[in-house]
């Protein structure tokens, strides 16, 4: 499917939750959110089916995400099946790795391809501190489980905070050297809990680069939102995402769906189609409801030019 402006869209993200068993600073407020009953959001089974018609129409690759998936009761079910679906190529999962080295085996098993994991710092005191009770050691648990099972390259998604983390950039980008590990440098965006925050806690990810010495560019899918670097020797990639400095819109190849059933044409848009409501009610309409989503993809995202065109959700409803 492509749309209006010649973009080929071939990818879903769907969270299936906005629940998580963190509460990190920027993604979520510390309370927690409100619980949405189950009639308030898409079953494993509508989701099936948005994702099987989806594959119908052009849709190969499938990213699961939350809040926090892993918490999701049934995801594993749902990931087989969805791998199961003619037309799925890849499906990713991206997690926080709590829950890694629990279900790590049974998540391969059922079809997983590819998994992302959020991790912001690589000190247990700091790490506890951004998501209000972590446990940084579960987490690196989860990273050498992934890598057990060949879920290769594992891709470490890092935010960037100015006055928090910029000290450990390095420490990140030398983890890929030894092992298959992606490490994502990615620009805090001014959307949720972080709207409100000082302009110098966010960094840009030239001033990111300029802190690690020795990075080889590396041609890359032009589809894809990371730039990536090589350290020499190095067996895994440095990349980095910068949906503020330098957007990638003009490739974006992918639409999301969030927990609560709202077909979102560019993350950080205001405007959602209610899907939750399609399945329900008239389910043979969810393809042209998907075409017709994608045709209202804009050229590129508002960040800082247009605030009413923003989203006022969460990272963790939106499904980042």
């Known amino acids: 499917m492509k749309d209006t402006f010649q973009r080929s869209i071939n990818y879903m ?23 949405k009953t ?16 989806g594959a119908e129409n052009g849709i190969n690759k499938v990213r699961i995400t939350g809040g926090e998936p892993l918490v999701r009761k049934g995801v594993i079910g749902l990931i087989k099946n969805i791998s199961n679906i003619p037309g799925i190529q890849d499906i990713a999962l991206t997690t ?27 000190r247990p005191d700091r790490y506890k501190e951004i998501t209000r009770g972590g446990d940084l050691s579960q987490v690196l648990e989860g990273i050498q489980e992934a890598l057990r099972l060949g879920m290769t390259p594992v891709k470490l998604n890092v935010v960037v905070i100015g006055g928090y983390n910029e000290d450990e950039i390095e420490d990140f980008a030398n983890l890929t050297v030894d092992d298959p590990i992606d490490v994502r440098f990615i620009e805090l965006m001014p959307i949720g809990e972080a709207s409100g925050w000082a302009k110098d806690r966010f960094l840009s990810n030239e001033e990111v680069k300029s802190k690690i010495e020795g990075l080889v560019p590396i041609i890359t899918d032009a589809t894809s939102p990371a730039r990536l670097y090589r350290l020499p020797g190095a067996k895994g990639r440095v990349g980095f995402i910068n949906p503020i400095s330098s957007h990638f819109c003009e490739s974006c190849n992918r639409i999301r769906v969030t927990s609560d059933g709202k077909l979102k044409p560019c993350l950080h848009s205001n405007h959602e189609i209610d899907l939750l ?44």
Do not use: F, W
């Open 13 to 35: 993200r769907i969270s299936i939750t906005d629940l998580c068993n963190l509460r990190c600073q920027y993604c979520m407020p510390e309370k927690g959110i409100y619980k």
């Open 38 to 53: 189950h009639q308030d959001i898409l079953t494993l089974e509508e989701i099936e089916q948005i994702v099987r018609i």
């Open 96 to 122: 926080n790795g709590l829950l890694i080295k629990k279900y790590g085996e049974a998540l391969k098993d059922a079809g997983l391809k590819r998994i992302n994991i959020s991790i912001d710092s690589l």
């Open 277 to 320: 409501r399609v399945a329900r009610e008239n389910p043979e309409q969810i393809g042209a409801v998907l075409s017709n989503g994608i045709q209202l993809k804009p050229e590129k995202h508002y960040l800082y030019t247009n605030k009413h065109e923003m989203s006022a959700r969460s990272m963790s409803e939106i499904g980042g």
